[in-house]
């Protein structure tokens, strides 16, 4: 079982930046891949980027705007820079584990519980 936790989220102004982290611990699978998604008030969540050994995903949404990364290639941490934070982008954010990168949120096997990001317009 792996066991994610997020950090990072706030409150920032528009035009603003945030970086979340998530650590993961527990049994880690050799071939993996992590993603982000978000749910917004009244929405239904949503896929944000992921990232695996060799390649990075993101929705057109955030394309541009957003980066993942992770702090080595066994991605037990992984992050979320976020940049140029428009009011849209208020959700709770969380990190997932899977097998391989996906945008489908039913491929992730494990999840943790969530970081509020608030932008103020």
């Known amino acids: 079982q792996v066991q994610l936790v997020e950090s990072g989220g706030g409150l920032v102004q528009a035009g603003g930046s945030l970086r979340l982290s998530c650590v993961a611990s527990?049994?880690?699978?050799?071939?993996?891949?992590m993603g982000w998604f978000r749910q917004a008030p009244g929405k239904e969540r949503e896929f944000v980027a992921a990232?695996?050994?060799?390649?990075?995903?993101y929705a057109d949404s955030v394309k541009g705007r957003f980066t993942i990364s992770a702090r080595d290639n066994a991605l037990n941490t992984v992050y979320l820079q976020m940049n140029s934070l428009i009011p849209e982008d208020t959700a709770v954010y969380y990190c997932?584990?899977?097998?391989?990168?996906?945008?489908?949120?039913?491929?992730?096997?494990?999840w943790g519980q969530g970081t509020q990001v608030t932008v103020s317009s």
């Open positions: 527990g049994r880690i699978f050799i071939s993996s891949a």
């Open positions: 990232i695996s050994n060799d390649s990075t995903y």
């Open positions: 997932a584990a899977a097998f391989s990168p996906s945008i489908r949120e039913s491929d992730y096997g494990s």
